[in-house]
T-cell receptor
């Protein structure tokens, strides 16, 4: 099956710890995205990558970091600098640009204890 | 700046009755508009998209939306609601000419369907 996988589904973190969320796609898409979703709000863009070894900050990149060493993988690290990391995190990928469709993974729910 | 406003945070309907989810957009350019659906604790799934072709766009699961430039609206409709339609719906605009696709999301409308 082609698609996007995110792991883990649920993640608990103590304050002061860094955690890494996994995103893998086998759709052979060039572009990948990370979004954050909070209750009652739409999705907000954290980081995006249009090609391997290149990525750009989105609207709310502070306290997050990413890497894009392989086309199929785009992991997101939530660092201890992120002041309010509890949220639902969604990864997406897309083949082209413009009016193409972004395909979303099932998400990871991060809770800081 | 491009933005979307979803006029209702919650909509309640009975099974078998019509669904109307309202969305207004603001855009300096001819926009690309999308409707996505999200079931609880799941990712988003594309329902339909408008890309300057036909103004009436048909999507999956019987949904459709009409692009009305004069009203800057892109409302989502379905003739007859099903229990499985209960979910969160997002109206989304794509920013143009940025070299990559940047999506701007509305705040969502939760659709409740009662038996």
């Amino acid at each position: 099956d082609g698609g996007i996988t995110q792991s883990p589904k649920y993640l608990f973190r103590k304050e002061g710890q860094n955690v890494t969320l996994s995103c893998e796609q086998n759709l052979n898409h060039d572009a990948m995205y990370w979004y954050r979703q909070d209750p009652g709000q739409g999705l907000r863009l954290i980081y995006y990558s249009q090609i391997v070894n290149d990525f750009q900050k989105g609207d709310i990149a502070e306290g997050y970091s990413v890497s894009r060493e392989k086309k199929e993988s785009f992991p997101l690290t939530v660092t201890s600098a992120q002041k309010n990391p509890t949220a639902f995190y969604l990864c997406a990928s897309m083949q082209g640009a413009g009016t193409d469709t972004q395909y979303f993974g099932p998400g990871t729910r991060l809770t800081v204890l | 700046a491009q933005s979307v406003t979803q006029l209702d945070s919650h909509v309640s309907v009975s099974e078998g009755t019509p669904v109307l989810l309202r969305c207004n957009y603001s855009s300096s350019y001819s926009p690309s508009l999308f409707w996505y659906v999200q079931h609880p604790n799941k990712g988003l799934q594309l329902l339909l998209k408008y890309t300057s072709a036909a103004t009436l766009v048909k999507g999956i699961n019987g949904f459709e939306a009409e692009f009305k430039k004069s009203e800057t609206s892109f409302h989502l409709t379905k003739p007859s609601a099903h229990m499985s339609d209960a979910a969160e719906y997002f109206c989304v605009v794509s920013l143009p000419n940025t070299g990559f696709q940047k999506l701007v999301f509305g705040t969502g409308t939760r659709l409740l369907v009662s038996p």
